[in-house]
Nanobody
Framework: VQLVESGGGLVQPGGSLRLSCVAS????????MSWYRQAPGKERELVAA????????NYAGSMKGRFTISRDNAKNTVYLQMNSLKPEDTAVYYC??????????WGQGTQVTVSS
């Protein structure tokens, strides 16, 4: 099982980034997917989640309207489009795959830094 995130980097405030997470080793379309983030000295927090077939999404309050989660089950990929980025969005962003309580996988993370 592998989850490989990409697309992080340094961006100025107000800018945009698109993160990708490519999954392998399991039946991607059967798993709910989500993005989490962890800033230095803080706990990991949920950013956004999407159901296995993509019909349902939810977002943490501060991300609503700025971030969009989507998935392409044909490509085994989940995306996080991040717009209007703020310095407080700086964190390592992680991809997570879950099915029930028995199957729970994490990626290695990708760094997002928002700074001028």
């Amino acid at each position: 099982v592998q989850l490989v995130e990409s697309g992080g980097g340094l961006v100025q405030p107000g800018g945009s980034l698109r993160l990708s997470c490519v999954a392998s080793g399991f039946t991607f379309s059967s798993y709910a997917m989500s993005w989490y983030r962890q800033a230095p000295g803080k706990e990991r927090e949920l950013v956004a989640a999407i159901s296995s077939v993509g019909g349902s999404t939810n977002y943490a309050g501060s991300m609503k309207g700025r971030f969009t989660i989507s998935r392409d089950n044909a490509k085994n990929t989940v995306y996080l489009q991040m717009n209007s980025l703020k310095p407080e969005d700086t964190a390592v962003y992680y991809c997570r795959a879950r099915r029930g309580i028995s199957y729970d996988y994490w990626g290695q993370g990708t760094q997002v830094t928002v700074s001028s």
